[in-house]
């Protein structure tokens, strides 16, 4: 990433941190990139753009990769849209403004990407994994969320947290008895999540 290019990722970066905006972080995202160079992924659907950071990041470390992404919070549409402009990806970032559970998506893609509402992750696997190719993956990001999921229950004193957490609980035991995928959970970033079609 070079001169003006990081420049802006930097200032997408500053952004995130002063809105408290979640971003992936950086051991995540560059697991994410190496992963699609390693799998030659042409075409990703992301579930939660957010500020378009990790669509940005993917199609900026493979110039022939074509990115759809869906987000349902408008501040943060806007702001992804903005941002994707600033670094003229336009052309292979499309932007889909919605709530993902209510697109149906056509077409098939390499590579879906699930980066929304964690306690949303299985119904998310479900609706688009059919727009899946024969030979593709659905990564999920946030399974550690922030070392919560490794902790007793009774040490997380939020009931909203506690029951997000119970959630994602339940979301590792969906992929992990999944008859379609093998799934492997990588202890990198904040746990990362690669699900495999069995052939």
Same mark, same amino acid.
């Given at each position: 990433?070079?001169?003006?290019?990081?420049?802006?990722?930097?200032? !997408?970066?500053?952004?995130?941190?002063?809105?408290? !905006?979640?971003?992936?972080?950086?051991?995540?995202?560059?697991?994410?990139?190496?992963f699609l160079i390693k799998h030659q992924i042409q075409s990703v659907l992301e579930? @939660?753009?957010?500020?378009?950071?990790? %669509?940005i990041r993917m199609a900026l470390i493979q110039p022939t990769l074509k990115i759809?992404?869906? $987000?349902?919070?408008?501040?943060?549409?806007?702001?992804?849209?903005?941002?994707?402009?600033? +670094?003229?990806?336009?052309?292979?970032?499309?932007?889909?403004?919605?709530?993902?559970? *209510? /697109?149906?998506? $056509?077409?098939?893609? *390499?590579?879906?990407?699930? *980066?929304? %509402?964690?306690?949303?992750?299985?119904?998310?696997?479900?609706?688009?994994?059919?727009?899946?190719?024969?030979?593709?993956?659905?990564?999920? *990001?946030?399974?550690?969320?922030?070392? +919560?999921?490794?902790?007793?229950?009774?040490? !997380?004193?939020? %009931?909203? +947290?506690? @029951?997000? /957490?119970?959630? #994602?609980? $339940?979301? #590792?035991?969906? +992929?992990?008895?999944?008859?379609?995928?093998?799934? #492997?959970?990588?202890?990198?970033?904040? @746990? /990362?999540? /690669?699900?495999?079609?069995?052939?």
């Amino acid at each position: 990433m070079v001169g003006e290019n990081y420049q802006i990722i930097q200032e !997408i970066k500053e952004y995130a941190k002063e809105k408290n !905006i979640p971003i992936m972080e950086e051991e995540g995202i560059e697991f994410l990139t190496t992963f699609l160079i390693k799998h030659q992924i042409q075409s990703v659907l992301e579930i @939660g753009t957010a500020i378009g950071y990790s %669509a940005i990041r993917m199609a900026l470390i493979q110039p022939t990769l074509k990115i759809t992404s869906i $987000e349902r919070d408008e501040e943060r549409y806007l702001e992804a849209v903005k941002n994707i402009k600033k +670094l003229h990806l336009e052309d292979r970032i499309t932007l889909i403004f919605k709530d993902a559970l *209510d /697109v149906k998506m $056509e077409g098939e893609f *390499d590579l879906i990407f699930l *980066d929304a %509402a964690k306690s949303q992750n299985t119904n998310f696997f479900q609706l688009f994994s059919k727009n899946l190719t024969s030979k593709g993956f659905i990564i999920t *990001d946030n399974m550690y969320f922030h070392g +919560l999921v490794e902790k007793n229950e009774q040490e !997380i004193k939020s %009931a909203n +947290l506690r @029951g997000l /957490v119970r959630k #994602i609980k $339940e979301y #590792i035991s969906f +992929l992990n008895n999944n008859p379609d995928y093998n799934t #492997i959970i990588y202890k990198v970033g904040d @746990g /990362v999540a /690669v699900s495999e079609k069995k052939k």
